[in-house]
């Protein structure tokens, strides 16, 4: 039986006069990053904190860069074809999208001392690379197996913050966007274009699809069929600066400071049909449901690699956290048709929140063994708090209540990361990596047990449920100078998909509940790195 876990402060979050602002499942989004880099890191799992000696590492551990013993410079193009596979209680659906990336462009400065102690040889590196690549479509369908609609939702919401329908209605006096007072443009929606609406005589909301019963509650229409469609788009890209410095031959230290740029642009399509023809609808076939961020930051990161054996590499790493300014632009549609017509809504037009987001910081444990000029193999730990994500308003003041959710529905997120490379001649070499990473939400999150409060018009969300990623390369060295890379990487990642929350009373009984769709979303790379030493 589910129960309702927390959350007391959550439930009044939409009545806070935040029209919109980014919620507990946003904050997780941006969090997430994916092994990104040269074909070389790729292919080996990106397991290079204690190895150093690729440009990737700036990212992980800075001082990798103090690994090297020339200059250098690369770039990196990828294709990325991600493929989702939805099941929604039987119903199976199917989407896929594939992109070229320009990934990644480096230089590595290596500056020797002509020294044998101290301050054997530094190095400066300069790299642009992409961290995270949101691409992807997914649909999720159920056919007959829904005992809840998003009007039965929006309805709830509305109860549970104690709005009235005059509240609610817009007139060509009033606009419920524009209170602050109010601030759940879900429910304005929904009451609007007709999902809902409001009994004076019992004041409360219900769904426009039920009807009264005897018991002083609500019979729902049934529902044939849910389809909701999603699209994603956007980036995270990081442009770096590091230092790093080879001690003796022994110790390696590194700095780098990183410039963050992100973009994140969702669409959604979500429609019901009942039983008896009717159906509601949000969005648009192109997009009338969207959201798109906006988010420059900087952040640091801290290493060190000790040799304590010529053979043997141990790194430590630390990242800040990344602090952001970000700008969310949304609009919305939505659409009831009944047998007495059909009514339509929107929100206002031209619409933006400003806002500040603080990611988690992570730190990172690695070794690595080099045998010989014959091959090698790397492992990393990287350890991230996802409870240490923070969202601010645009003035610096902390959101009290998503950040009170983060407090308590997020938790630790494991990484593992392990590489190895075999050079089968001096010219030729052949890799492999793996690397798994646990979800960072806790047990009743990941179970449906609790409420989640998305924030604006997009009530759908997805739960991680862990990710793994499997690859494959070969190097060739053409030159002492010229050398090509490629690498081959399979990400699977594991979701639920839910088109709106659970919703529970004082009890802990399910007012509204909602099963969702699991997802996996199977992303094939392909990545090709030309690299020059001089």
């Known amino acids: 039986m589910k129960r309702k876990v927390l959350i007391v402060a959550s439930a009044l979050v939409l009545g806070v006069g935040a029209a919109y602002s980014q919620g507990l499942i946003d904050a997780y989004r941006y969090v997430q990053s994916e092994t990104g880099g040269t074909a070389r890191f790729l292919s080996m799992g990106g397991a290079f904190g204690a190895l150093g000696g690729d440009i990737s590492v700036l990212n992980v551990n800075p001082a990798g860069l103090a690994v090297y013993r020339s200059s250098e410079v690369v770039a990196t193009l990828s294709v990325n074809a991600a493929k989702t596979n939805s099941n929604w209680m039987g119903t199976t659906a199917n989407e896929n999208k ?52 998003l009007s039965d939702y929006a309805a709830t919401c509305a109860n549970m913050a104690g709005w009235t329908g005059g509240q609610l209605w817009g007139t060509d006096d009033y606009d419920p966007y524009g209170n602050p007072d109010v601030g759940d443009w879900m429910s304005i929606l929904a009451m609007n274009s007709g ?109 060190a690699i000790v040799n304590p054996l010529s053979f043997l590499r141990f790194g430590v790493a630390y990242q800040s956290p990344t602090w952001y300014k970000m700008t969310d632009y949304y609009y919305a549609e939505g659409r009831t048709t009944m047998s007495a017509g059909t009514m339509t809504a929107h929100t206002p037009g031209n619409a933006y929140t400003k806002y500040e987001y603080r990611t988690p910081d992570k730190w990172t444990f690695s070794a690595a063994a080099i045998l010989g000029q014959v091959a090698l193999i790397s492992v990393d730990y990287e350890l991230l708090n996802y409870r240490r994500a923070r969202l601010y308003d645009y003035y610096g003041n902390q959101d009290p209540y998503t950040n009170s959710d983060i407090q308590n529905l997020f938790q630790n997120a494991n990484t593992i990361r392990v590489g190895a490379e075999v050079k089968f001649t001096p010219q030729f070499s052949v890799r492999a990596g793996y690397s798994w990473t646990s979800s960072g939400m806790i047990d009743d999150v990941r179970d449906n047990n609790v409420s989640i409060y998305t924030v604006g018009t997009i009530p759908n969300y997805t739960i991680d449920k862990g990710l793994m990623s499997y690859s494959v390369g070969l190097g060739y060295r053409f030159t002492p100078h010229f050398y090509v890379d490629l690498a081959y990487v399979l990400r699977d990642l594991k979701e639920d998909v839910y088109a709106f929350s659970p919703m529970f009373d004082d009890e802990g009984a399910a007012l509204v509940d909602c099963i969702g769709a699991s997802m996996k979303t199977k992303t094939s790379r392909f990545a090709l790195t030309l690299g020059y030493k001089f």
């Open 98 to 149: 594939t992109k070229v990336n320009f990934d990644n462009i480096a230089y590595v400065g290596y500056f020797p001392t002509s020294r044998d102690e101290g301050l054997v040889s530094w190095n400066v590196g300069f790299s642009y690379n992409r961290l995270k690549n949101f691409s992807r479509n997914y649909t999720a369908r159920n056919v007959g197996g829904m005992d809840y609609s």
């Open 195 to 303: 999902m809902i609406s409001y009994d004076n005589n019992r004041k409360n909301f219900s769904s426009q699809f039920a009807t009264p019963n005897a018991a002083g509650g609500y019979d729902p229409t049934a529902l044939d069929e849910t389809v909701l469609n999603v699209s994603e788009s956007g980036a995270v890209d990081q442009y770096t600066i590091a230092f790093g410095a080879n001690i003796s031959n022994v110790f390696m230290l590194g700095a780098s400071v990183g410039i963050t740029d992100l973009n994140y642009d969702y669409t959604s399509y979500y429609n019901e049909y009942f039983a008896d023809n009717s159906v509601l609808t949000l969005g648009t076939p192109d997009g009338g449901n969207g959201l798109s961020t906006d988010g420059t930051g900087y952040n640091f990161t801290l290493g």
